[in-house]
């Protein structure tokens, strides 16, 4: 069973940095074909997955390696590097999300807007903190839990508030990159708080992944994509 696990998550992991670097250079090989009013919009995607694709080839590619090389118990320190990579650039992914609904939905950096970047901050330096022991595979659950709760907050607030103008807008496109990152949180908070007790929970990384992915193909096909002329 451990094994079939091993070789699931390794295929997935390749498939997924193919899938997600493909879209991050489709994104910026068709940026001539963004409207002009979309512009920053479509960047600051290009940027943000970009940064994601960056942190999870350590991330994912690290731990495929690892596999590869005898295990995740006997190349720790490949373990480490690579989670540690994700953890920065995701921190920076939100950042640049916030800013993304600042700029499409028009609205000023106000007291949220700040606030989503304070507690961004705050993540990053307590994961620069040694007592998260990135380097160890016995690291402790509530230095897990202490640099996850405030990506957490980040996370689901922006979904929240993109989810609110998007309704109150009527914009489908924002409702369905709101409604996939409410999906990746829902199969992410059972790792973070019961994977350490549950391994194989573990697994539900791969659709939290996957809606990640959906986030880049919605930001693809409404920004990106050159749209077909009406007769």
């Known amino acids: ?62 731990r495929a ?28 992914f939100y950042m640049i999300v916030v800013e993304i609904w600042r700029v499409h939905f028009d609205k000023k950096r106000g007291v949220f807007w700040w606030l989503m970047m304070i507690i961004s901050v705050i993540r990053l330096i307590v994961m620069a903190l040694p007592q998260n022991r990135w380097l160890s595979q016995d690291a402790d659950f509530i230095w897990t839990l202490s640099r996850n709760i405030p990506l957490m907050i980040v996370g689901l607030s922006i979904a929240a508030a993109i989810m609110i103008d998007g309704v109150k807008n009527k914009d489908k496109i924002y409702i369905a990159v709101s409604s996939m ?6 199969f992410y908070t059972p790792v973070i708080l019961f994977a350490h007790i549950v391994p194989m929970l573990g697994m539900l990384m791969m659709p939290k992944t996957l809606a990640y992915v959906a986030v880049a193909i919605i930001a693809y096909r409404s920004l990106f994509m050159k749209k077909a002329a009406k007769s």
Do not use: C, P
Not at 32 to 40: D, G, H, P, R, S
Not at 56 to 61: A, C, F, P
Not at 68 to 90: Q, W
């Open 1 to 62: 069973m451990e094994e079939m696990a091993k070789w699931m998550e390794i295929i997935f992991d390749i498939s997924y940095l193919i899938v997600i670097w493909v879209l991050v250079i489709l994104m910026y090989k068709n940026r001539a074909n963004v409207k002009e009013e979309n512009k920053l919009t479509a960047k600051l995607f290009t940027i943000a997955f970009f940064l994601l694709a960056l942190g999870d080839t350590g991330h994912v590619g690290f």
């Open 65 to 92: 390696t690892a596999y590869l090389m005898g295990g995740l118990e006997a190349n720790t320190l490949l373990v480490g590097l690579g989670s540690l990579s994700t953890a920065i650039t995701v921190t920076f």
């Open 181 to 186: 990152i409410f999906t990746s949180y829902l």
